[in-house]
């Protein structure tokens, strides 16, 4: 296992275990995060534990261009009252992800520090929030990380109401000109939208 420092830069990515755990340590910097990123790494880490650095392979992604839509969820799409908005509250939406519980996980992975970090990025551009309204509540959101204007790394989105999230998501996709959305690990959720998994070393070509 790799140990960080906050000047150490990350070992290569088939240097990660069979889980795709690669690193411990470091620090949560502007320049470290998107280092990480560019290289097909993210933090992902509970509260109480090290920071630690994921690289997974297979990797789970959404080329845009096969983005599943069941005829239900186009009906919904077309009857809903949601607004949806771009970077119009990313605090409120992390800070919203961060409550939901999740199975397996005894408390919230998106720590008040990763919170500050990731609204950092967003101040300097380089992350996004989606945001589901009803009239003037938030009921569902998505936040990531952009490349470029290339790849999206999603990390988290949370929901208040049934199919408001994937609203969200399906919005977003198809308004972006993204060529890749990174949803990391496998969920059922991203899988019925049209979410597979590909060899990490793919995944780190769309990168480069």
């Known amino acids: ?43 992902w880490y509970e509260i109480g534990q090290p920071i630690l650095w994921w690289s997974p392979d297979p990797r789970f992604v959404l080329f845009p261009e096969k983005l599943k839509v069941s005829k239900s969820m186009r009906q919904t799409l077309r009857n809903c009252n949601y607004t949806v908005t771009i970077n119009k509250d990313f605090r409120q939406v992390i800070s919203e992800c961060a409550k939901v519980k999740r199975e397996g996980q005894f408390s919230t992975w998106i720590t008040d520090e990763m919170i500050e970090a990731y609204c950092n990025l967003h101040n300097l551009g380089y992350a996004k929030s989606v945001e ?77």
């Open 1 to 43: 296992m790799h140990f960080l420092t906050d000047n150490t830069d990350f070992p290569e990515v088939t240097k990660a275990n069979e889980d795709g755990l690669l690193a411990i340590g470091g620090n949560l910097s502007v320049e470290r995060l998107l280092n990480a990123y560019k290289k097909g790494i993210f933090p």
């Open 132 to 208: 589901v309204w009803k009239a003037d509540k938030l009921v569902a959101g998505l936040y990531g990380v952009d490349l470029n204007g290339s790849v999206f790394c999603g990390e988290s989105m949370f929901t208040k109401e049934s199919n408001a999230s994937k609203v969200g998501f399906i919005t977003f996709v198809k308004n972006s000109n993204y060529k890749l959305i990174d949803c990391q690990v496998y969920t059922n959720h991203l899988e019925s939208l049209g979410a597979e998994d590909i060899p990490r070393k793919e995944f780190i070509n769309f990168l480069n």
